[in-house]
């Protein structure tokens, strides 16, 4: 059971550059969730979808995009990269139960140079 | 817009030493709760939740944590921490509209570091 995984761990982008940020889980769980991390300012919600074809905006969400096509993948696009994205980027996701919390990924790294 | 304080940003506490880290919400109405931590390089692993019923409610590794509706808090506490304690710990609120599951917000987070 691999649950939440994300890929790339590490990515160094340069200053207008596009890449799709890769989240899969294979718990079937409904609610998939992308995070920021910085220094100082915790978790900032920046997408989030309740189910397939289903995503709206979280706290953050100018200068990303998400789809959900699937249960399983929730990718987060970055489609010209600033420096200002430099962050730890967190995949979460979770059932639709009330009381249920989230099961984070490994996270990626990325750095906007 | 709902929000979450976590007024201790950094706490420094000596191994045996009780830990009591606060957090406070703005949303009036239904919440879960949680407590989260990430140890030093890894991902965020749940620690224990709220959801109803029992106000205090224990969760893994001898934390607990106390669910008070009337001040908006939800305060973790260890009675006696270890040096493998440390690490970052975040608060966080799912709210509810309409009965229907809302998004989890966090807290800032507050650094523990424990001396041995």
């Known amino acids: 059971n691999a649950g939440v995984t994300q890929t790339p761990k590490f990515q160094v982008l340069k200053t207008g550059q596009s890449m799709t940020l890769q989240c899969a889980q294979d718990?079937?769980?409904?609610?998939m969730s992308w995070y920021r991390q910085d220094p100082g300012m915790g978790l900032r919600l920046i997408h989030y979808?309740?189910?397939?074809?289903?995503?709206d905006q979280g706290e953050v969400p100018n200068g990303y995009n998400v789809s959900r096509s699937t249960t399983e993948d929730f990718p987060l696009r970055l489609l010209s990269a600033a420096p200002s994205q430099t962050s730890v980027y967190f995949c979460?996701?979770?059932?639709?139960?009330?009381?249920?919390?989230?099961?984070f990924g490994s996270g990626t790294r990325l750095t906007v140079v | 817009a709902q929000s979450v304080s976590q007024h201790n940003h950094h706490v420094i506490l000596s191994e045996a030493a009780s830990l009591e880290l606060g957090c406070n919400y703005s949303?009036?109405?239904?919440?879960?709760l949680f407590w989260y931590v990430q140890y030093p390089g890894q991902h965020l692993q749940l620690l224990l939740k709220?959801?109803?019923?029992?106000?205090l409610v224990k969760g893994i590794k001898g934390f607990e944590a106390e669910f008070i509706k009337s001040k908006f808090s939800f305060n973790l506490r260890k009675p006696s921490v270890q040096w493998s304690d440390t690490a970052e710990y975040f608060c966080?609120?799912?709210?509810?509209?309409?009965?229907?599951?809302?998004?989890?917000?966090f807290g800032t987070g507050t650094l523990l570091a424990v001396q041995p």
């Open positions: 979460a996701s979770s059932i639709r139960d009330r009381g249920s919390g989230y099961t």
């Open positions: 718990m079937n769980h409904e609610y």
């Open positions: 979808s309740v189910g397939a074809g289903i995503t």
């Open positions: 949303y009036g109405g239904t919440v879960n």
């Open positions: 709220y959801f109803s019923g029992d106000p």
């Open positions: 966080a609120v799912k709210q509810y509209y309409g009965g229907a599951t809302n998004k989890l917000i």
